[in-house]
Each structure stands twice: as structure tokens, then as C-alpha cells.
């Protein structure tokens, strides 16, 4: 117990020593972790609005707005004769009127003004693999009857690029401000070993081992880690609502895309664990150069 409280009183009055550098770095963990999580969190949000592409609907067909029953029929007929399809749905009229109220909630005149009659049906079609999507969408886009074959490919492939070009900037920066912080972790431990210098080698004549001199430092490296951490965890799970919100509020362009607080609490876990690791490797580098590896 006895020295588990000086380790302890060691690293609160080094940490305090060298205040400065300390608040330095914590603020630098934070805002790279802060960045690194951000971007993990976004990529769930990605994950989670294009996985009912990858296992749900990938194709809608579209009949023009006056097909006849005859028309709707024989396209029903194909799908159910179809070997690449392996499910499929039908939306009529006021289905398709229910998903435009919901769609377009927020501008009710264009509500108003609409009305099931001007709208298309439509089948929700899921192929056997999503690898025969565009094979079954030539299929049918020349059908009599039918107006217009969507897949959501050409949209899932921009935000997925889109995606991966803000992922790549943000972990860069993420990278060089964890490159940052601990370069400033290890000039505090420097700074910190270099003003107690004659302490140590006097705990070293005394027979006191590297370890013993080694735990007070990373523990100070470990905390402005861990801190660093800790605020970005706050600032992960802020993101997570402004984010939740933004979606919840343009589901006409996000529809099928959301974030739990699952998501953000398994990154905000990386988080921390990240940090304080980056904070004992930064102690680490520190105090090579006082001790013997």
C-alpha cells in the first residue's frame, strides 16, 4: 500500500510540475482521438444505411403511372418465373402515396396537391445475389409496362467513395496529431525525469530498480492519455447525436442510415484504449534516454 501511494503522490506532483505541457497534450489526444473516432462512427452510419442494399431490395421497378392490370400481371409473372429473383413486393398506388406522405412530410402543399392516382406502382425486387442485380434490371427495364428500373448501385458506390476519401483525410489527421501528442507526452516525461535527475540516481544507488523508477512516469503518461481519451469519448458521443439528429431530419436522403449509442460507445472504447496506450508508449520513448531499456 505504501507503494502504491507514493507511485500515486510521484505522478500527481509530476503532472502538476510540468502543468503546461501536461494540458498540451491532453488537448492534442483529444482532438486526434476525437478525429479518429469521428470518422469510425460516420463509417457505422455508412455500414449500417447500405447493408439493407447488400442483404434487402437492391432493384425497384417502376410501371409506368397508367399500366394496365394486364401489364402488372405479366410483370409479376416473370418475376415469380425469374431464377435470379428470390423474393419480391408489390406497392400499389396508395402504398406508393403512404411512402410519398412520408417522404415528403415536411412540404404539405405538395401533399396536398398529389394524390394516389398520379403516382406509379411499383415491385420491390430482391435478386438470389446482389451480384444479378443489373442482370435482372435489363431484364425487365424493356418490359411493356414498365417505366423505369432503379438500383441504388450508382448511389451506394458515391457514398462509399465519398466515404472512404473522408476517412482517409481524417485518419491522416487523426495520425499526425497522435504523432503529436506523443512527441509533447515525451518531452513532459523528459522534462519531468530531467528536473529529477538527482532523485533517481540516488534511488538508483540505493538499489532501487528500473521499474520502480519507470511506474511514476508511465503512470503520468498513462493518465494525460487516458484524459485525452476521456474527452474525446464526451466529444464521439456528442457527434453521435448531432449526427442522429441530422439523419432522423432528412430521411428523404438518408432513409435506411442511423447510429446507436452501441456504436458510439464500442468506439469511444477503442478511444480510450488507444489513448492510453499512446500516453505509457510516449512515457516510454521518454525515459530511454535516463534509464536503461
Known amino acids: 500500500?505504501?507503494?502504491?501511494?507514493?507511485?500515486?503522490?510521484?505522478?500527481?506532483?509530476?503532472?502538476?510540475?510540468?502543468?503546461?505541457?501536461?494540458?498540451?497534450?491532453?488537448?492534442?489526444?483529444?482532438?486526434?482521438?476525437?478525429?479518429?473516432?469521428?470518422?469510425?462512427?460516420?463509417?457505422?452510419?455508412?455500414?449500417?444505411?447500405?447493408?439493407?442494399?447488400?442483404?434487402?431490395?437492391?432493384?425497384?421497378?417502376f410501371m409506368e403511372v397508367d399500366a394496365g392490370e394486364a401489364q402488372i400481371a405479366d410483370v409479376r409473372a416473370q418475376l415469380e418465373a425469374d431464377e435470379d429473383v428470390r423474393s419480391f413486393e408489390f406497392l400499389t398506388k396508395e402504398d406508393a402515396y403512404e411512402e410519398f406522405k412520408r417522404i415528403f412530410r415536411d412540404q404539405p402543399a405538395l401533399i396536398e396537391s398529389t394524390t394516389p392516382d398520379a403516382l406509379p406502382t411499383s415491385f420491390r425486387v430482391a435478386p438470389t445475389e446482389a451480384e444479378l442485380t443489373e442482370q435482372v434490371k435489363r431484364r425487365f427495364e424493356s418490359v411493356p409496362g414498365v417505366d423505369e428500373v432503379i438500383t441504388p448501385e450508382e448511389q451506394i458506390e458515391k457514398i462509399l467513395d465519398i466515404t472512404r476519401w473522408i476517412n482517409f483525410v481524417f485518419t491522416a489527421m487523426a495520425v499526425v496529431l497522435l504523432a503529436s501528442s506523443i512527441f509533447l507526452i515525451v518531452n513532459t516525461i523528459r522534462l519531468a525525469t530531467f528536473a529529477r535527475r538527482r532523485e533517481i540516481e540516488v534511488m538508483k544507488l540505493v538499489g532501487a530498480s528500473?521499474?520502480?523508477?519507470?511506474?511514476?512516469?508511465?503512470?503520468?503518461?498513462?493518465?494525460?492519455g487516458a484524459i485525452g481519451a476521456g474527452f474525446a469519448f464526451g466529444l464521439i458521443?456528442?457527434?453521435?447525436?448531432?449526427?442522429?439528429?441530422f439523419v432522423?431530419?432528412?430521411?428523404?436522403?438518408?432513409?435506411?442510415?442511423?447510429?446507436t449509442n452501441a456504436d458510439a460507445i464500442s468506439v469511444g472504447v477503442l478511444v480510450l484504449v488507444i489513448g492510453a496506450g499512446v500516453g505509457v508508449l510516449g512515457s516510454v520513448i521518454g525515459?530511454?534516454?535516463?534509464?536503461d531499456a
Open 248 to 259: 432522423a431530419g432528412a430521411q428523404r436522403l438518408w432513409g435506411g442510415f442511423y447510429v
Open 210 to 224: 528500473n521499474w520502480f523508477v519507470r511506474i511514476p512516469f508511465m503512470a503520468e503518461g498513462f493518465v494525460q
Open 1 to 61: 500500500m505504501s507503494r502504491l501511494a507514493y507511485f500515486v503522490r510521484e505522478t500527481l506532483i509530476s503532472l502538476r510540475r510540468n502543468l503546461l505541457m501536461t494540458l498540451a497534450g491532453i488537448i492534442t489526444v483529444a482532438v486526434s482521438l476525437a478525429l479518429f473516432g469521428g470518422i469510425r462512427l460516420v463509417q457505422r452510419v455508412v455500414d449500417h444505411g447500405t447493408s439493407k442494399w447488400k442483404d434487402g431490395v437492391e432493384l425497384e421497378i
Open 237 to 245: 458521443f456528442a457527434l453521435k447525436i448531432v449526427i442522429a439528429d
Open 287 to 291: 525515459l530511454r534516454r535516463f534509464l
